[in-house]
């Protein structure tokens, strides 16, 4: 079975920075566009990055020029760069792949979140 775990969410001040980082792990055939969402409380799960399996990006408005998606094909990673953060960004954050396994088919899968909260 496929897995992601997020890791790197945290308390960060208004113009601060954090970087979460998403590890894919399982039996795995192939890996195609891999992306972070965030929730807010009260919110609908909206697309923050995404980064497409040959290197196509895109980024919610409200996020560019602050955030910046990369991945990783050697290690099945996808990591999110955040810079200038704002209290706008609060929300937990949730990695998404788009992955075939060797032993089903290919789906969407998601990591169980993490959080990030900036004070003002």
């Known amino acids: 079975q496929v897995q992601l775990v997020e890791s790197g969410g945290g308390l960060v001040q208004a113009g601060g920075s954090l970087r979460l980082s998403c590890a894919v792990s399982?039996?795995?055939?192939?890996?195609?566009?891999m992306g972070w969402y965030r929730q807010a409380p009260g919110k609908q799960r909206e697309l923050v990055a995404a980064?497409?399996?040959?290197?196509?990006?895109n980024y919610a408005d409200s996020v560019k020029g602050r955030f910046t998606i990369s991945r990783d094909n050697s290690k099945n990673t996808v990591a999110l760069e955040m810079n200038s953060l704002k209290p706008q960004d609060t929300a937990v954050y949730y990695c998404?792949?788009?992955?075939?396994?060797?032993?089903?088919?290919?789906?969407?899968?998601w990591g169980q979140g993490t959080q990030v909260t900036v004070s003002s």
């Open positions: 998404n792949a788009d992955a075939t396994p060797r032993s089903g088919r290919r789906g969407y899968y």
């Open positions: 399982g039996s795995i055939f192939s890996l195609n566009a």
């Open positions: 980064i497409s399996g040959v290197g196509r990006l």
